[in-house]
């Protein structure tokens, strides 16, 4: 594709802007919609404020590969592999395939299957060139494959079944979107919209070498004993493997909830102050803050170092107000190292209580001591329950040393 081409981005049945492809420069546009500004909402806080955009409408893509050139509030609506695999599957042989694919071209195709709240469409009244047409029309057919897709049961299938959803979602592990009949249990595609009968999951595939699901599932449940608010979520077996299933926070009662992660409102910042910023930047409630310090100690204790931006969320209300996401991604890490993702007090590892209380201190949060003592008693009794979801014995006595090691060190 080499002309300028368009797509309408969408939110709650609203055109809130449209995003331009830029041949020449090789990059991507946004530009707030008049109907949009003329709104009380801010849907995309800080990084792309509705006030300033007034005066300064135009939004580039960012040049970090994790935005794939994309501004990065609208970056999360493409995963890693941005869904692609119906498409290699079903036109294997189509030209097409062999030319790059503009970011554009890809929301095409992703249409109204992204997480969150945001959709993009094409234009019904403009002429389109083909390329973008012919995703476009993939597009349907996908979604009508996926309509097609029903299971009687989680419980009485097999992983091959499951996984003909379609296996791409955010992130690095396999997740399959899955949606729950909460009166039946039969199991339809979560890419698509169902009725308020439904319920949204994310199912992760685990790895039996790395005891995968099984980790997460034990550092969900001690983060419930440290007062972390989760999802509800689950260790199910499938073909005599465990898998983590976790109930999605973007979608309740058959509507879209809209989701900004730290990174997207603040592409350049990597550090846990900077994410207590932007957290009082949007007038979070007091209790949110305070939420959020429990994860940073909670995160540094368990030696949870995939602490990286994309894993800290915020969520809009339809007034327009802003909340902590639930926590999610909360587990050890597959490989042994010690640095952390984010930063704090310039550290990314060893960290002190004097690192911590630093934060406690410049927000205000008087019962850090309270919030202390329950992070440890959480993890008082990690091996058995480890143990008791799976965990080998010597993979659980290696996180128990880890976590014992943090402690000492932060009591240092």
């Known amino acids: 594709m080499q002309k300028n081409t368009s797509i309408k ?51 580039y893509g960012e040049i970090n ?26 036109y294997k042989d189509s030209k097409r395939l062999s030319q790059e694919t503009s970011p554009i071209e890809k929301l095409a195709y992703i249409r109204n299957r992204c997480l969150g709240a945001l959709e ?4 019904d009244s403009l002429n389109y060139d083909n390329d973008l047409n012919w995703f476009n029309q993939i597009a349907e057919e996908y979604e009508k494959h996926l309509r097609e897709i029903r299971i009687p049961s989680l419980f009485k299938t097999d992983l091959e079944t499951i996984c003909s959803f379609g296996t791409s979602s955010v992130g690095l592990r396999p997740k399959v979107l899955l949606a729950l009949s909460k009166k039946t249990g039969e199991v339809r595609s979560g890419q698509i919209e169902q009725d308020i009968n439904y319920e949204h999951y994310i199912l992760k595939i685990g790895e039996p070498k790395n005891c995968i699901a099984e980790k997460e599932i034990s550092y969900y449940q001690i983060a419930l004993n ?11 077996n499938i073909d005599g493997e ?8 973007d979608r309740a009662n058959g509507c879209k909830i809209h989701t900004l992660s730290f990174a997207a409102i603040a ?18 409630a007091r209790e949110d803050i305070i939420e959020l310090y429990r994860r940073l100690l909670f995160n540094i204790v368990t030696h949870n ?31 042994e190292h010690n640095n952390h993702n984010m930063t704090l007090n310039g550290k990314n590892e060893r960290f002190r209580m004097d690192d911590i209380l630093s934060i406690a201190y410049s927000c205000n949060i008087l019962n850090h001591e309270e919030i202390y003592h329950q992070v440890l008693s959480s993890v008082s009794n990690l091996n058995d329950i480890l143990r008791k979801n799976g965990v080998s014995k010597k993979l659980s006595d290696n996180i128990c040393k880890r976590v014992s090691e943090n402690i000492r060190c932060l009591q240092s």
């Open 267 to 284: 592409p350049r910042s990597y550090s846990y102050e900077d994410l207590f910023k932007v957290a009082v930047s949007l007038k979070l």
């Open 242 to 249: 465990g898998h983590f299933i976790t109930k999605r926070y």
């Open 226 to 236: 440290a007062g972390i608010k989760m999802m509800p979520s689950y260790l199910i």
């Open 120 to 123: 993009y469409y094409i234009d």
């Open 305 to 335: 170092i995939d602490d990286h931006a994309r894993n800290f969320s915020f969520i809009m209300d339809a007034k327009g107000n802003w909340s902590l996401a639930p926590a999610y991604d909360i587990t050890y890490p597959i490989t």
């Open 65 to 90: 590969p994790i935005h794939k050139l994309l501004p990065s509030f609208l970056s999360e609506s493409l995963s890693d592999s941005w869904e692609r695999e119906y498409i290699v599957t079903q």
């Open 9 to 59: 981005v969408n939110m709650w049945g609203m055109c809130i802007g449209e995003l331009y492809w830029c041949p020449d420069i090789h990059n991507t546009l946004f530009s707030f919609s008049n109907s949009y500004l003329k709104n009380n909402l801010n849907v995309f806080p800080v990084i792309a404020d509705r006030k300033s955009a007034i005066t300064n409408n135009t939004f």
